[in-house]
T-cell receptor
Framework: NAGVTQTPKFQVLKTGQSMTLQCAQDMNHEYMSWYRQDPGMGLRLIHYSVGAGITDQGEVPNGYNVSRSTTEDFPLRLLSAAPSQTSVYFCASSYAGPGQGSPLHFGNGTRLTVT | EDQVTQSPEALRLQEGESSSLNCSYTVSGLRGLFWYRQDPGKGPEFLFT???AGEEKEKERLKATLTKKESFLHITAPKPEDSATYLCAVQATSFQKLVFGTGTRLLVSP
C-alpha cells in the first residue's frame, strides 16, 4: 500500500516556466488537497477537492491550477513560476475531509526552487 | 480569524526527561484538533485527533489532551527516536481546511 505518492521529489525552475506536480493516492480517498510549507509559517492550503470533478480554492490559490479527473490523481500546475513559489509542496488525502474530522495522509513532498 | 500558536518553537531534552508541548488556538467553533509528527524531508504523519474539551488520547510515550483554549502533547520518558517536529492543526466548523501551527522542533539527546 503506497499511500500518497508525489513526484518529483526535487525540481528547479526558471522564472516564467510552467510545470505540473504529480500526486496519486491508492486509498480510495475522496478528499485531496495541496499545501505549501515555508520556513516560519504553518502549512497553507492551496487547493482542495472533495471528489472527482470537484475542486475549490484554499487560502493561497493564486498562480496555481488543479483538476481532478479521477479519484486517484490530483495534479498541481504552476502556470508561470515566480521566486515566491519556492517552497515545499505537500499533497494530502483523507477519507471524508477534515471538516468531518477525518485526518489527512500526506505525501513526502516536492521541494521546488524557482530562480 | 482562526489561529494556532505552538510553543516552544524548539525544545531540547535528555533521554528520559519528560516534558509537554503546547498548542493554543482560537477558532469559531472547533470541529477537531489534530497532532502530527514530521521528520526531516518527510510529510507530516498523523498522531491524534481530539474533538472536545476533556478528551485525552495516548500512543506509546505520547499523550494528547484538550481544553477549550489549548492542547498539550505530553512526552513521557522520551527516546532519541522521538526527535521530530510536532505540528498542531485545528479544524473549524466553517471551512474544509485545517489551520496549522508552525510546529515545535523536539530534539532528544541520548
Amino acid at each position: 500500500n503506497a499511500g500518497v505518492t508525489q513526484t518529483p521529489k526535487f525540481q528547479v525552475l526558471k522564472t516564467g516556466q510552467s510545470m505540473t506536480l504529480q500526486c496519486a493516492q491508492d486509498m480510495n480517498h475522496e478528499y485531496m488537497s495541496w499545501y505549501r510549507q515555508d520556513p516560519g509559517m504553518g502549512l497553507r492550503l492551496i487547493h482542495y477537492s472533495v471528489g472527482a470533478g470537484i475542486t475549490d480554492q484554499g487560502e493561497v490559490p493564486n498562480g496555481y491550477n488543479v483538476s481532478r479527473s479521477t479519484t486517484e490523481d490530483f495534479p498541481l500546475r504552476l502556470l508561470s513560476a515566480a521566486p515566491s513559489q519556492t517552497s515545499v509542496y505537500f499533497c494530502a488525502s483523507s477519507y471524508a475531509g477534515p471538516g468531518q474530522g477525518s485526518p489527512l495522509h500526506f505525501g513526502n513532498g516536492t521541494r521546488l526552487t524557482v530562480t | 480569524e482562526d489561529q494556532v500558536t505552538q510553543s516552544p518553537e524548539a525544545l531540547r531534552l535528555q533521554e528520559g526527561e519528560s516534558s509537554s508541548l503546547n498548542c493554543s488556538y482560537t477558532v469559531s467553533g472547533l470541529r477537531g484538533l489534530f497532532w502530527y509528527r514530521q521528520d526531516p524531508g518527510k510529510g507530516p504523519e498523523f498522531l491524534f485527533t481530539l474533538y472536545s474539551a476533556g478528551e485525552e488520547k495516548e500512543k506509546e510515550r505520547l499523550k494528547a489532551t484538550l481544553t477549550k483554549k489549548e492542547s498539550f502533547l505530553h512526552i513521557t520518558a522520551p527516546k532519541p527516536e522521538d526527535s521530530a517536529t510536532y505540528l498542531c492543526a485545528v479544524q473549524a466548523t466553517s471551512f474544509q481546511k485545517l489551520v496549522f501551527g508552525t510546529g515545535t522542533r523536539l530534539l532528544v539527546s541520548p
